[in-house]
């Protein structure tokens, strides 16, 4: 339902965002932090974006994210919107944290780091100081890195020239990989695949990838995984009922158009219901389709051929199952390991193509939560990492399908195909579709070691007053990263406007 003016022919706002993802709805509150008047337009019927929800037969799927980490930034958002998390979600930390599945059976992590460092000790006897002293490092690595990294819009090297910082940066081997830090301090296959799995989904191999994400080790054991009691879309409800209550207004069922310029700076956007006039915008959808299809050529940063050359992280062929039963061996989160991982390594990053036996992930959600399936039921999300760009030619879906379906089913012992009651399939093409993504990507560029920080597409656009906040700029891909994306975006174009404002005498 949209609550902005029907007849915006005559309308200005100070700020347009748009997109009503998780850094579109970040923004939106924001700015109205600095007194304000914003609208967010978004294309579907529901804010979301990637983490919309729909609900077939009883079953309510979450289409995206489904990993609730680093719980401070949530708190974060809602403490600076003069809030609280709890008001608004009912939070319960998962033990355990989930379950890893190799070609020898499972592995339950648990939910505290003694655990965790006990676990460690039965795979590799005597490696306990050796994850002390990794997880010691680790947790320096996340709050530097969210003191002095995280928090910038990366326009310029010179944001992160503090001498304290740059100094605490290399004694930490932030910019050597993260799978030759790992290795300085484990030699396991097992434990080794445990600490690199955080960074498969952020887009490159972990020899290639900043050692600075070994942060993600730190939050994932320190500061624990977490679900939203009735679905991660209940962030997004949380999100925009904040906004709601801060005045933003919304424009759903309306796409943007074009991105409009006068006099040398932005004047508002163009949509399919009409104009908007504005003195600034945010633009929190796809980066390359906002630049490369909205906005006037003379305006660009980038041109095609940037793009082209960037590195993409994995696409995603996503699987939403519904079964009519319990099953009695998953957790809420799955990881299968349970095959090589360099094949499917050079599908997804060397040698884009459709992988044979793909490493796969399984969320179970309606463990966790009885509202999620019907009584008696099973609610399954199954995604593999795809190399960004893949379109079937033939039954290439099925194919992997029936691969993971057969895998699953030999890992917990139970018949699902024969009990599936409602399937859907969603990948390359309908992010395309849904969110104009570039190369159908998933997730945003990848975060390697010339794909980090202010080494990003630049958030300050070349047209005064426009900027971008999502995946595909800082800080990068996730969920709290792009929370704090849009805030970090917004905080600039309030700064824009505040000496926009100053340079006319102050006249709004």
Known sequence: MNDFASHIDDVLVDAVVIGAGFAGLAAASRLTDS????????KHDMSGGRARVFKEDGFTFDMGPS??????????????????????????????????????GPVDIPATSERVRALFESIEPGSGPAFDRFMKEAGEKYRLGMAEFVWKPGNSVWEFAKPGALFSAMSLSMFSSLSRHIRNHFSHPKII????????????????????????????TELGTWYPMGGMFEIVRAMETLARE???????????????????????????????????????????????RLLPTTWRLYDQAYW???KMSPGALIYYIGINKR???????????????????????????????????VAAPSKTD?????????????????????????????????????????????????????????????????????????????????????????????????FYAGQLTTPGPGVPPSLISGQVAANEASEWLKKSRTNVGGVR
């Open 35 to 42: 007194g304000l008047s914003v609208v967010v337009v978004e």
């Open 67 to 104: 990993w609730y980490w680093m719980p401070d930034v949530f708190e974060q958002f809602f403490e600076a919107a003069g809030a609280k998390v709890e008001t608004y979600l009912d939070l319960v930390r998962l033990d355990p944290s989930y379950k890893v599945w190799f070609d020898d």
């Open 193 to 220: 695949q445990l600490l690199e799995f955080p960074v498969l989904f952020l887009g490159s191999r972990p020899e290639k990838s900043p050692a600075l994400y070994s942060l993600m080790n730190f939050a994932d």
């Open 246 to 292: 801060k005045g933003v207004q919304f424009m759903f069922n309306t796409e943007v158009t074009g991105i409009v310029e006068k006099d040398g700076q932005v004047a508002g956007v163009s949509t399919n219901s009409g104009p908007i006039q504005s003195k600034s915008v945010i633009a929190a959808a796809d980066y390359h389709h906002v630049e490369q």
């Open 308 to 310: 082209d050359s960037r």
């Open 327 to 361: 099953l009695d061996n998953l957790d809420h989160h799955n990881l299968f390991f349970d095959v090589p991982f360099d094949p499917h390594a050079d599908a997804i990053y060397d040698h884009p193509s459709w992988p044979k036996d793909p490493l796969f992930y």
């Open 370 to 466: 009885a509202s999620v399936a019907p009584e008696g039921c099973e609610n399954l999300f199954i995604l593999i990492p795809l190399a960004a760009g893949l379109s079937p030619t033939g039954n290439e879906h099925e194919v992997l399908f029936e691969n993971v379906m057969a895998r699953l089913e030999e890992a917990v012992g139970s018949d699902i195909r024969g009990s599936i009651v409602y399937k859907r399939s969603y990948a390359h093409k309908d992010f395309q579709e849904d969110y104009n993504a570039y190369r159908g990507n998933a997730y945003g560029l990848a975060n390697t070691m010339t794909q980090t920080a202010f080494m990003k597409p630049k958030m300050r656009s070349k047209l005064p007053g426009l």
